[in-house]
């Protein structure tokens, strides 16, 4: 069974900075791509950024770029977001999630406050 | 520039059936997208992937209730014999070279 638990959300000051992981279970991490989306309070989905299955390549939303870095170790199957500069409207739910032959997978989400 | 638009309300009596649409931007039409539903204070839950000719897959554990279908440039999802957990957010999603995600359709069983 596909398992993604994120995990490293809380309360943190603008300006900050915050890592959230994703610890992954029960398929070959290594082979997948990669991805984060953030919901903030009452709005919709918004995708943040993706790796490949290597590590090699990222991509990033126009809103985070140069502020949030994405990365992976495959020999941990663990998935990572290093968030800097973090803002207000940074304040959401962010979850980790992939796309396989059988279809996307979600986890359940750590929640990430920035405020004073 | 890939744009999924979805209307932002929905609603239905208990035991009738909802169609919810999709439309993808104009030059976009062949896409293939994915439908996903999110309950009150959930994370959201993969329902299906939809092809451009109606063809699709579902999540495992996903009812026969849920069903999708395509015309064009729009993507449909279809609950038939509404239940009360099926009152949620329902989005679209589509890739390019990023994910990209319709605004969400708010499904309010009556």
């Known amino acids: 069974e596909v398992q993604l638990v994120e995990s490293g959300g809380g309360l943190v000051q603008p300006g900050g900075s915050l890592r959230l992981s994703c610890a992954a279970s029960?398929?070959?991490?290594?082979?997948?791509?990669m991805h984060w989306v953030r919901q903030a309070p009452g709005k919709g989905l918004v995708w943040v950024s993706r790796?490949?299955?290597?590590?090699?390549?990222?991509s990033y939303a126009d809103s985070v770029k140069g502020r949030f870095t994405i990365s992976r170790d495959n020999a941990k199957n663990t998935l990572y977001l290093q968030m800097n500069s973090l803002r207000a409207e940074d304040t959401a739910v962010y979850y980790c999630?992939?796309?396989?032959?059988?279809?996307?997978?979600w986890g359940q989400g750590t929640l990430v406050t920035v405020s004073s | 520039q890939l744009v999924l638009t979805q209307s932002p309300s929905a609603s239905a009596s208990l035991g009738a059936s909802v169609k919810l649409t999709c439309t993808l931007s104009?030059?976009?039409?062949?896409?293939?997208i994915a439908w996903h539903q999110q309950q009150p204070e959930k994370g959201p839950r993969y329902l299906m992937k939809?092809?451009?000719?109606?063809?699709?897959s579902k999540g495992d554990g996903i009812p026969d209730r849920f069903s999708g279908s395509s015309s064009g440039a729009e993507r449909y999802l279809t609950i038939s014999s509404l239940q009360s957990e099926d009152e949620a957010d329902y989005y679209c999603?589509?890739?390019?070279?990023?994910?990209?995600f319709g605004g969400g359709t708010k499904l309010t069983v009556l």
């Open positions: 104009s030059g976009h039409s062949s896409y293939a």
């Open positions: 029960g398929f070959t991490f290594s082979s997948y791509w």
């Open positions: 790796i490949n299955s290597d590590g090699s390549s990222t």
């Open positions: 939809l092809n451009s000719d109606g063809s699709h």
């Open positions: 999603q589509t890739w390019g070279t990023a994910w990209v």
């Open positions: 999630a992939i796309a396989t032959p059988g279809g996307f997978y």
